[in-house]
Nanobody, 123 residues
Framework: QVHVVESGGGLVQAGGSLRLSCAAS????????AGWFRQAPGKEREFVAA????????YYADSVKGRFTISRDNAKNMVYLQMNSLKPEDTAVYYC????????????????WGQGTQVTVSS
């Protein structure tokens, strides 16, 4: 069975940092692009960051550029999101996802999704 599980969320003060991890199992995802998305209460899920299969190309939403960094370790089937200088507006459930097409991820579509991890940033 394919499982994608996020971890590392929690409560942090504005200006602080968190590192989210995404662990995948059941298959190898080294040939897939990966991404992070977030969804705040009452809002639709939005794109945060994406990385191609080899890790040499990354994309970020304008709202997180310069603050967030996506990375991956294909040998471990892991994807990470380092979040620095966090703001209250970053509060949301963060989801990890995989798809064969990086462009699909940027459009909010993915073949595999994690269950989400809560990130709360206090002012």
């Amino acid at each position: 069975q394919v499982h994608v599980v996020e971890s590392g969320g929690g409560l942090v003060q504005a200006g602080g940092s968190l590192r989210l991890s995404c662990a995948a199992s059941g298959r190898t995802f080294s040939s897939y692009s990966a991404g992070w998305f977030r969804q705040a209460p009452g809002k639709e899920r939005e794109f945060v960051a994406a990385i191609n299969w080899s890790g040499d190309s990354t994309y970020y939403a304008d709202s997180v550029k310069g603050r967030f960094t996506i990375s991956r370790d294909n040998a471990k089937n892991m994807v990470y999101l380092q979040m620095n200088s966090l703001k209250p507006e970053d509060t949301a459930v963060y989801y990890c996802a995989y798809d064969g097409l990086l462009w699909s991820l940027r459009r909010g579509r993915a073949k595999y999704w994690g269950q989400g991890t809560q990130v709360t940033v206090s002012s």
